[in-house]
């Protein structure tokens, strides 16, 4: 994890309640002084070797993201400093961007974003027959089609697919990082058109100054009054679903009422809690849907296998195998379900 490299922070000391009882301007964050600082160098390295003159500014906000007609890049604030990014953890299960190579793909991902709205790219004729409608409103789920050759891969859960605004972003950052590697990768894929569009596209803006140059910071650290607590509370109600109850047959198929014949008494409870982050990344990245939803079935597994006073009785491995199947098909039966009625 990215740490400080200077000014010692007043709440490097406190625990997590203690953090979380702080505002967002409370922080008072820097991002000169963190090493996100030389990864936002490198992506301008890597744009300057490309051609390209123009320099996304970033800040440090709650998300990524990159706003509608401001050319820059929102940082999350838990990248800034390694006790934020273990209190990311602690309370969603994954630190978005929190490894160098994460960070740098989604750092270029934003940075496609950003330079098609100071060029204003989306405009043109060529960009919406091969990319689609800019103004199609984003779907609330998407059903990836992982065959697919119409699209590059390089964020997770084949985020391409998602939107236009996405696909061009994705086609961008598999442009900048790769080179002219992606023409022996997508070898007569249909998504080559894209990105030999794209060669053209960054071609005929380069070296040139950007249309829009706005340099505002949307929704920075400084401003935010918003606590900690609350931030983490609205993004777990924007993760979370009403979980579909786990039903007791289920429960008994996988556990049992008495502890096994050797003896040890490992009760289930304790068995999902001690699993419970490693089964929740496991199954995230099978079905392309947060950590924090699969934590929230586990959460509720942990409650009614106490109170039917359930105990583990075969070997871990065996276990963690059945319960990845169990826990990936109750979250892929609610969302279909979900997707299902918002289609009717």
């Known amino acids: 994890m990215p740490a400080t490299r200077k000014n010692k922070l007043f709440w490097q000391s406190y625990n997590d309640d203690e953090l979380l009882d702080l505002r967002f301007c409370d922080l008072k964050l820097k991002l000169s002084d963190t090493s996100l600082q030389d990864r936002i160098e490198l992506l301008y390295d890597e744009l300057k070797s490309r051609g390209i003159r123009f320099k996304p500014h970033c800040w440090l906000s709650e998300e990524w993201f990159s706003p509608d007609g401001v050319p820059g890049i929102a940082i999350p604030f838990y990248l800034a400093h390694p006790k934020l990014a273990k209190l990311e953890y602690r309370q969603m299960f994954e630190v978005e961007g929190g490894n160098t190579h994460w960070c740098m793909q989604l750092l270029r991902h934003e940075a496609g974003h950003a330079i098609n709205t100071a060029y204003s790219l989306h405009r043109r004729k060529r960009w919406r027959q091969l990319f689609g409608s800019f103004t199609r409103p984003y779907p609330t789920h998407y059903i990836p089609k992982p065959k697919s050759k119409n699209y590059v891969f390089h964020l997770d859960w084949w985020y391409a697919q998602s939107h236009p605004a996405e696909d061009f972003a994705e086609t961008f950052a598999v442009w900048l990082k790769q080179r002219k590697k992606w023409q022996k990768t997508y070898a007569g894929w249909p998504a080559m058109r ?10 005929s803006i380069s070296r040139k100054p950007a249309l829009k140059k706005s340099r505002e910071r949307v929704e920075p650290l400084s401003t935010n009054k918003k606590t900690l607590r609350e931030h983490y509370e609205d993004k777990r109600d924007l993760y979370g679903i009403n979980v ?10 996988l556990f049992q009422r008495k502890p096994g014949d050797n003896g040890m008494r490992r009760t289930a409870s304790a068995f999902l809690g001690k699993h419970r ?5 496991l199954c995230a990245r099978g079905i392309g849907e947060p950590p924090y939803i699969i934590a929230q079935v586990i959460n509720d597994m942990i409650i009614r296998c106490r109170e039917l006073k359930l105990y583990v009785t075969r070997p871990d491995e ?25 289609a009717i």
């Open 194 to 203: 894209k990105l030999e569009y794209m060669d053209e596209l960054m071609a």
């Open 244 to 253: 579909p109850e786990v039903y007791d047959s289920e429960l008994l198929r």
């Open 277 to 281: 982050t490693a089964l929740s990344q």
């Open 318 to 342: 065996e276990m963690k195998i059945e319960l990845a199947i169990f826990l990936s098909m109750q979250t892929l039966n609610y969302f279909n379900k979900a997707r299902h009625r918002v």
